[in-house]
Structure formats: structure tokens, C-alpha cells
């Protein structure tokens, strides 16, 4: 079974994050890059998925991302996946949701897989549109919001999480699948995972690479642009309501100018 | 002069930092208040350290440990005692005293310790001889082919859990040297039972017992190493023990900077943040020159080592950054619990913790007073060490 688990480097959230002045895009550079958070769940997925199936596995890393992506592409290697395809290429940078899903398929048409494990959503975009996109893309069954993933033979079952529990889900291989925070424990490396990951191979891909058409992809690709941002204004002093037994009305009539009820 | 930490050591270090903050610091509360951890939740961390390859981190990979250097252990080591010294100890280790075991004894001792499946002490102080180790008194005499030990062993370290003990017992008096013997001595053996358990000052969940040997008989089998060479196969170790002890020193001084920082910046004493006031800042100041001077001195002596500097100089090193170390952890906790007022004085502030379980890293592995007698006798012979 040939797993491809997709893995996106993000700026630390414990950091300060902002965008660039010039054309609007994350700075990368700003922030210490770490690893998606959700995608330490969808490695560890990946890596369980592959110890149950017994036989014949393989767990790959794709990463779209610039060079300093490899770190997080290491580390999910010394998480214990087998090997890595690291797309990059100038042209990439500045890509929207639309146009990465199209970066990420043709890549993923490259690598070959029976499933395609996800996390639900990036700590920094946050489209959480993914993995839809991709199922779409390559034509194959999406699996959503998994909190359990199950694989025998060709069929995959999982339960998707809904605002009212979840729903049991099935569908026959390939197929993409995105995981949510429940569904595991993700493992911490160890030092011989460490240690065995700098000797992992990386395959690097470029656009052309990967078949890949440039004109669709970057800034000039996207369809979504960010036209304006601005910082968050500071938080202000806060206002105290001091109660003589009218402290319930007073809320009350505040939250009101505030427009909160 | 490069002082870069590997890349593979800095990410394992990371590594380190998030087991301490998932799997240890939740549970300081409890072993604080209960002087131990609930058996689940202490399988649980050995179960997750065995995994990650945090157990018997100096021990060689053959045996199933992680092979570090000794720059490596310090590192792991320093992160690990950011957590209390009861949660930390939870950490399966194994002396490196027990590579002396033969094939048999390494199935029976050695491998169950590096898992984590077997508890194990080491029992050489006793009511009269602490600093003056080689005055130890418990005798064990040949009979019969076995060995019959008598005597007392105080403030053993895991006394009480450990599933056997490695004693120091004298077995050829009338020698001038080569006089004592290390056994093996597991628990349930006849005459050997754990006397009282020691009330101490700091390190909740990490007990000391006394040991007990009346007419202890113990087959053979049982001698580690050769006998009358128990202290050949003990001091090897000692070294890279006394350096160990340094680094645990560095991560109760690193949090204990961090909380004080943290905390002068948001106390307000007279209209201002106290961090504003000159007397809170050199105290900081203080700190951070202390803890920046004990990790080069520590990590230098474990470069010293794994350089494969002459012995006499790496013990002259490691007695240097042992002694300087566990000085500055007690300045340290000293002032941050300063610096928290009278809020460090009460037991639920990590401050007051450390400050009462910094007292010990004076007094273990060699007293302040021997490291500095280590430490002249080599400057005596030698010259200043470079
Ligand atoms: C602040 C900000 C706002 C943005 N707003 C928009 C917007 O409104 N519309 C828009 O189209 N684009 C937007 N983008 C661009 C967006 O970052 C990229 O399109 C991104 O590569 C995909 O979106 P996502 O991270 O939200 O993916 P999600 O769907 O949130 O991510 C789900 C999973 O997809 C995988 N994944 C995502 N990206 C990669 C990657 N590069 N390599 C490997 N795996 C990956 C991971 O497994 C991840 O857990 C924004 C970017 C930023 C930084
Ligand atoms: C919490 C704890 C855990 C311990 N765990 C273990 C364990 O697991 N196994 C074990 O075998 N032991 C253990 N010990 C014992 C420890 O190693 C000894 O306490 C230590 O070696 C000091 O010995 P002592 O207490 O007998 O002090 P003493 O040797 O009696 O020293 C008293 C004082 O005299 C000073 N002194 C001694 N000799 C000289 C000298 N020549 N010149 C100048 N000053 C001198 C000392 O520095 C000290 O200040 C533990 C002790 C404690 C408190």
C-alpha cells in the first residue's frame, strides 16, 4: 500500500506572524517554520495505517513549500515515514487554496498512491478546503474530518465528525482522506528516528518537474488575491461595570452598543 | 572555538523539552502533594520514554540505550530536570556499573533496567561512612561457595522500589587495597530486607530507604565484576556521574530564570512592574551569568570527555562544573525565591520546589568539600588543567 502523507510547513504560532508589505504573501522568513500541527496527527495516521497493513507499505511526505520546508519534511521522516518528495520552485510561491490542490495533484499523479492522508487545516491559511480539492482533482473518493480510519483490502471506512457526532463513511481505494486532532497520539521522535531521517531520501520536484504549468500557479495563477490587511487594533483598557444591584442591566446595555445581542 | 550543538542533538533536544511538558510537568502537583505517581501514570512515562530512546540514554545501543555521547547526555539530561527530580527520576536509566555484568547477569539485571522493566539501587553509603566511601564497614565473607553479607546501608536512593540492589560490601579486609566487592543482591532475599524510609527535605516521589543485611546469603553468581574490584567497575562512572549531576543542575536554574522573569514583569509593587527596579534586574542579571557559566563549564567538561582528554583532566572537569553547578543552582533558587516574595515561600509555586531540592546537588556525588579537594590535588600535581 503506497500512503502519501501531506505535510505543510507553518510559522510557529507561539511566534509572531505577519505579512509581507510587497505582495501580501505570509512571511515565511519572519517566523521559525514548524510542521502543521494536524499533519503530526496525519503522519502518525499514516505510520499506523502502514503498521497494520503488515505486508507491503510505504509512507511518503509531500511538502509544497520553500527550501527551509525541509526541516519539517525531517521531521516528520524521523517521525518514521519512509521518504519525501519536496515541491518547490519560485514559481510556486504566492499560490492559492485552487491553484496548490492543482501543484499537489500533479505531484501526487507523479508519486502514485492508494491514499492520500491529510490534515483537516493549516494553523495558517486555515482554508481547510484541501483535501476536497484534491479528491476532486484526482478523481477519487474524499474522506473528510476522519476521527478513525480503518483500511482492509481496498475498502477504507472512517468516521467523519459532525456537529452532532459523527458519520460512519466508506469508500474503495484510491482515496484522500483529512484527519482531526481525536483520531490519535502522535509520537514523539526518537533519536535513532533522528538520526536515520538525515539519511532518508528527498526527492526534489520543480514545476517542471512535476508537469506542472506555471502560468497556473504563483501570484499570477491565483484567483484569490489578498487585497488589504491590516493589523488587529491593540486591546483596549476593557471597560468595568461597577454594580449596585443594577450591574446585570448595565452589562446587559453595554453588550448592546457593542452589538453583541 | 565553535560551541554549535550537532543538529541532531538540537532537534532531539526539542524533542526532550516536549515529553517534559506533555508527559512530566502535569503531574508535578500530584507528586508533590503524594510523594509518588499513581503506578499507571508512572508506566505510562516509562512506557513513552523506552519509545523515544530517553531511557539509559548513556547506555550503548547493544543493550538497547541510546548510545549518546556525553555532550548528548548532558543535553537530554538538563531538559529532563526541568521537570521535578520525582518526575524526572521516573525515566528508566541504568548505571554504566552494570556493563560489568556477565551474559547471564545481563539478562537477569542489566536489560530489564535499560526497558524500564526493573528498578535497581546503588548501596554504598552507610551510618558511618559517606564521603570516606572506601571506610565502608558491611562485610560479606566466603561460605560454602557463597557470599554471607552483614551490615547497614543508609540513604539509598530507590531503596524502597528497587527490585535488587548493588552492594558494596568489604570482602578481603586484610588487603590494603582491592578490598571490597560489588554484589548483586535482588529483593526477597533471605537476611536482606529495606529498613526505614527517610523523611527528606525536597525531591517528593524520589525516596531514599535504609538496607538492612543480616547473615545475607548470596550465591556466587551474584558478584559484579571481579571480586575485591568493586570500586574499579564503581569509579569509572564517576566522572561522567559528577558531570551528569551539573547538568541536572541547569534546567532547575533555566525554568527558575524564566519564572522569575515572567513574574517580575507582571508583579506590581508601587505603581510599576517590580522587573522596572534596579535590585530585581541585577538579581536576574545574576542568574543569568551564573547559569551561563555552569553550562559552559558543563558542557566543556562533557566535550572534555568525549574528546578523550586524559582521565585526570576530565575528573578534574567534571568536579569543576559539579561543584560550580550545583553552587549556582542554589544562588539561583535563592534569588528567583526572592524575587517572588512571599509567594515563593509557599509550596505550590514551582520557586519554593526547587529551592528546597537544590540542596541536595551540593551534597550527592561528592560534597562541595570533595569536589575542591579533587579539584587541588589535581592543580597540586599537574598545574592548572587547560
Ligand atoms: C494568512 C493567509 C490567508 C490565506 N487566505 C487564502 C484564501 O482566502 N484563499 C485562498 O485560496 N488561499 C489563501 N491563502 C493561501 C494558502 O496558504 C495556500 O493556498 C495553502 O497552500 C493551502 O491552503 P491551506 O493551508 O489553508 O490548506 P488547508 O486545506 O487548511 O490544509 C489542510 C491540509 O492540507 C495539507 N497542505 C496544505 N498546504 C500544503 C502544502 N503546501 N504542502 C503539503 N501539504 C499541504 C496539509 O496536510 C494540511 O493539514 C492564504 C494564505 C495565508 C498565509
Ligand atoms: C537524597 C540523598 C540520596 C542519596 N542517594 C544515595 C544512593 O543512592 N546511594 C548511596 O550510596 N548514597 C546515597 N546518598 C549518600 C550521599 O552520597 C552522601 O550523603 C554523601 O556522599 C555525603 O556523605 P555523608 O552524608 O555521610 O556526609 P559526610 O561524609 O559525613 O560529610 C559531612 C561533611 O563533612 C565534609 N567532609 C567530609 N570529608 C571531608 C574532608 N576530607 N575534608 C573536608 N570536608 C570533608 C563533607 O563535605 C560534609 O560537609 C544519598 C544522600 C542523599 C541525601
Known amino acids: 500500500m503506497n500512503i502519501v502523507v501531506c505535510v505543510k510547513q507553518v510559522p510557529d504560532t507561539a511566534t509572531e506572524r505577519k505579512l509581507r508589505s510587497d505582495?501580501?504573501?505570509?512571511?515565511?522568513d519572519a517566523a521559525d517554520g514548524v510542521i502543521n500541527e494536524l499533519d503530526e496527527y496525519a503522519v502518525e495516521e499514516a505510520l499506523k495505517l502502514k503498521e497494520a497493513h503488515g505486508g507491503e507499505a510505504a509512507v511518503t511526505v509531500l511538502t509544497m513549500g520553500p527550501?527551509?520546508?525541509t526541516e519539517t519534511i525531517r521531521k516528520a521522516l524521523a517521525m518514521g515515514a519512509d521518504k519525501a518528495v519536496h515541491l518547490t520552485d519560485d514559481a510556486l510561491h504566492g499560490s492559492d487554496a485552487l491553484s496548490t490542490s492543482y501543484a499537489m495533484a500533479q505531484a501526487l499523479g507523479r508519486i502514485g498512491f492508494d491514499l492520500v492522508v491529510l490534515g483537516s487545516e493549516s494553523t495558517d491559511a486555515r482554508t481547510g478546503v484541501l483535501a476536497a480539492m484534491l479528491a476532486e482533482r484526482l478523481g477519487v473518493a474524499q474522506l473528510t474530518q476522519a476521527k478513525k480510519v480503518e483500511v482492509s483490502g481496498t475498502s477504507i471506512a472512517v468516521e467523519r465528525?459532525?456537529?452532532?457526532?459523527?458519520?460512519?463513511?466508506?469508500?474503495?481505494?484510491?482515496?484522500?482522506?483529512?484527519?482531526?486532532?481525536?483520531?490519535?497520539?502522535p509520537r514523539y521522535p526518537s533519536f535513532k528516528g533522528?538520526?536515520?531521517a538525515k539519511k532518508k531520501p528527498v526527492e526534489t520536484l520543480s514545476v517542471a518537474d512535476a508537469g506542472i504549468a506555471a502560468d497556473q500557479v504563483g501570484l499570477a495563477g491565483a484567483w484569490s488575491e489578498v487585497a488589504e490587511f491590516a493589523a488587529a487594533p491593540p486591546r483596549g483598557a476593557g471597560t468595568i461595570v461597577k454594580g449596585d444591584g443594577d450591574g446585570g442591566t448595565k452589562t446587559a446595555d453595554f453588550l448592546v452598543t457593542k452589538k453583541f445581542i | 572555538m565553535d560551541f554549535t550543538i550537532p543538529d541532531d542533538l538540537a532537534e532531539f533536544r526539542k524533542v526532550v523539552r516536549r515529553f517534559v511538558d506533555n508527559e512530566l510537568l502535569p503531574h508535578e502537583d500530584h507528586?508533590?502533594?503524594h510523594d509518588g505517581l499513581p503506578e499507571e501514570v508512572e508506566r505510562s512515562i516509562k512506557k513513552k520514554a523506552v519509545e523515544i530512546g530517553l531511557n539509559a540514554i548513556g547506555m550503548p545501543e547493544e543493550v538497547g540505550g541510546a548510545g549518546l555521547d556525553?555532550?548528548?547526555q548532558v543535553l537530554v539530561t538538563e531538559e529532563l530536570f526541568r521537570a521535578l527530580g520525582g518526575l524526572a527520576e521516573v525515566v528508566p536509566t541504568a548505571p554504566s556499573i552494570l556493563l560489568a555484568c556477565d551474559d547471564a547477569q545481563r539478562e537477569r539485571f542489566l536489560l530489564p533496567c535499560v526497558t524500564g522493566d526493573k528498578q535497581w539501587c546503588f548501596a554504598l553509603t552507610e551510618p558511618d561512612t559517606g564521603s570516606d566511601a572506601a571506610g565502608i564497614k558491611t562485610r560479606a565473607e566466603h561460605r560454602d561457595g557463597s557470599w554471607v553479607i552483614n551490615g547497614r546501608k543508609r540513604f539509598i536512593s530507590h531503596a524502597d522500589s528497587a527490585d535488587f540492589a548493588i552492594v558494596f560490601a568489604v570482602t578481603h579486609p586484610d588487603r590494603e587495597k582491592d578490598r571490597i566487592t560489588a554484589f548483586l543482591v535482588e529483593r526477597g532475599t533471605h537476611g536482606f530486607a529495606v529498613g526505614q524510609t527517610h523523611k527528606?527535605?525536597?525531591?517528593?516521589g524520589y525516596r531514599q530507604a535504609e538496607l538492612v543485611f543480616d547473615d545475607c546469603v548470596v550465591p556466587a553468581e551474584n558478584v559484579l565484576g571481579e571480586p575485591g574490584h568493586g570500586f574499579d567497575i564503581a569509579h569509572g562512572g564517576l566522572s561522567s556521574g559528577r558531570v551528569m549531576t551539573a547538568a541536572r543542575c541547569l534546567g532547575p536554574m533555566a525554568r527558575l530564570i524564566d519564572e522569575g522573569v515572567e513574574w517580575a514583569k507582571q508583579r506590581v509593587q508601587f505603581g510599576r512592574p517590580i522587573a522596572d527596579y534596579q535590585a530585581i534586574q541585577f538579581m536576574l542579571a545574576d542568574c543569568a551569568t551564573d547559569l551561563q557559566a555552569a553550562r559552559m563549564l558543563t558542557y566543556s567538561a562533557a566535550w572534555a570527555a568525549d574528546q578523550g582528554e586524559a582521565a585526570k583532566i576530565v575528573s578534574a572537569k567534571a568536579s569543576v562544573a559539579k561543584l560550580f553547578a550545583s553552587e549556582a543552582l542554589g544562588r539561583v533558587a535563592d534569588r528567583v525565591l526572592q524575587i517572588f516574595g512571599g509567594t515563593g515561600y509557599m509550596n505550590e509555586t514551582y520557586v519554593e520546589r526547587a529551592y528546597r531540592n537544590a540542596r541536595i546537588e551540593r551534597i550527592w556525588e561528592g560534597t562541595s568539600e570533595i569536589q575542591r579537594i579533587i579539584i587541588a590535588r589535581n592543580l597540586l600535581k599537574r598545574g592548572m588543567f587547560a
Open chain 1, 23 to 28: 505582495d501580501k504573501t505570509l512571511d515565511r
Open chain 1, 67 to 69: 527550501a527551509k520546508a
Open chain 1, 161 to 185: 465528525v459532525t456537529e452532532y457526532g459523527y458519520d460512519k463513511v466508506e469508500a474503495t481505494l484510491p482515496a484522500v482522506v483529512s484527519v482531526v486532532e481525536k483520531i490519535n497520539e
Open chain 1, 194 to 196: 533522528i538520526m536515520a
Open chain 2, 31 to 33: 507528586v508533590e502533594e
Open chain 2, 70 to 72: 556525553v555532550l548528548g
Open chain 2, 200 to 204: 527528606t527535605m525536597g525531591h517528593r
